[in-house]
């Protein structure tokens, strides 16, 4: 006699019911982690984008010293300003209403602002004198610092979510040699070498 050989509906259903499970407690995690590489791959092609960008103006320009960065630097003088806006390839040019955009957990540089055009007006980022939008879609803003200097203060994916500080929305500031983020390592020990100001305060709060 033939046998034939299968498996009963409740072993299907406890079989399907530990794929279920299983899924529900890894599928979170795996999508969690993917959005996060997501915004670290755009960080990093802005931060490129941001510095291959300030290098060519520096070649053109032949500066190799602050001196020389604060006159190319200078976005109230219309030359630099189109020099920039060439160089970077920026639409939207001092659009603000593409700025007036909610943005969260950005408290320790906006206090109590919270849209982007808001914050990136506001006395710890400086007075704002050069936007647009850059090839790729972020959104970057230029200005002067009283005390940091030059800033940039970047989304790196634009009006897309989650527009919050440390994920998609950056402050970066300008050496004589690159844009870094603030409070790097090596935006501080610049900093400090050419002032005898010590900006970053404590290690703890540099990390902060």
């Known amino acids: 006699m033939k046998r034939l050989f299968g498996f009963t509906l409740a072993e299907v259903l406890i079989t399907l019911g530990i794929i279920g499970v299983v899924a529900a407690m890894t599928i979170p995690s795996l999508m969690a982690n993917y959005q996060k590489q997501v915004w670290i791959n755009k960080l990093k092609k802005t931060y490129s984008v941001l510095n291959e960008g300030y290098r060519q103006i520096m070649v053109n320009e032949g500066c190799t010293d602050i001196e020389c960065a604060v006159g190319v630097l200078d ?3 219309d030359e630099v300003k189109n020099k920039f806006v060439n160089t970077f390839k920026l639409s939207n040019v001092n659009d603000t209403s593409i700025l007036d955009y909610e943005i969260k957990k950005v408290t320790d540089l906006c206090g109590t602002r919270t849209t982007f055009s808001e914050c990136a007006s506001s006395g ?3 007075s704002p004198t050069l936007s647009g939008t850059s090839a790729d879609g972020s959104i970057i803003l230029f200005a002067t610092n009283p005390v940091a200097g030059f800033v940039v203060f970047v989304d790196t ?7 919050e500080g440390g994920r998609d929305i950056f ?14 390592m090596p935006y501080c020990k610049w900093y400090e070498e050419e002032t005898s100001i010590q ?7 540099r990390k902060q």
């Open 171 to 184: 402050l970066f500031t300008a050496t004589d040699k690159i844009f870094t983020t603030f409070y790097s």
């Open 157 to 163: 994916n634009g009006l897309k979510g989650p527009n």
């Open 124 to 126: 710890s980022i400086g």
């Open 199 to 205: 900006v970053c305060g404590t290690e703890d709060e």
């Open 75 to 77: 976005l109230s003088n």
